[in-house]
């Protein structure tokens, strides 16, 4: 079963770091992109905020850049999103994304963690 389980949003104060873990399991794949994504109150599910690819390329969206940074830990199956100096801004359901492919098929997949809560308060 393909599972990504996201941890360490909550409520932090407007300058404040946090980061983001996004735990993956069951996955068989030859190439890769994961990315975290942002829904904030009453607005659609806009990102990805930043974007790595498997040549480790990483891509960044102009108002996270220079405050976000998205990391993984291949022995540990986990990727994360370091967030500092933290804007209210930010405040939304954080989303980690994954892209499989096999090199057998046309077009990969996506997968999604069930989001994790960050409220940046001012």
């Known amino acids: 079963e393909v599972r990504l389980v996201e941890s360490g949003g909550g409520l932090v104060q407007a300058g404040g770091s946090l980061k983001l873990s996004c735990k993956c399991s069951?996955?068989?794949?030859?190439?890769?992109?994961l990315g975290w994504f942002r829904q904030g109150p009453g607005e659609e599910r806009e990102g990805p905020s930043c974007?790595?690819?498997?040549?480790?390329?990483?891509y960044y969206r102009d108002f996270v850049k220079g405050r976000f940074t998205i990391s993984a830990d291949n022995d540990n199956n986990t990727f994360y999103l370091q967030m500092n100096d933290l804007k209210p801004e930010d405040t939304g359901v954080y989303y980690c994304?994954?892209?499989?492919?096999?090199?057998?098929?046309?077009?990969?997949?996506?997968?999604w963690g069930e989001g994790t809560l960050v409220t940046v308060s001012s």
């Open positions: 974007l790595s690819s498997d040549d480790r390329a990483a």
């Open positions: 994304n994954m892209y499989v492919r096999r090199l057998s098929e046309v077009a990969g997949t996506n997968y």
């Open positions: 069951g996955f068989i794949f030859d190439e890769y992109a």
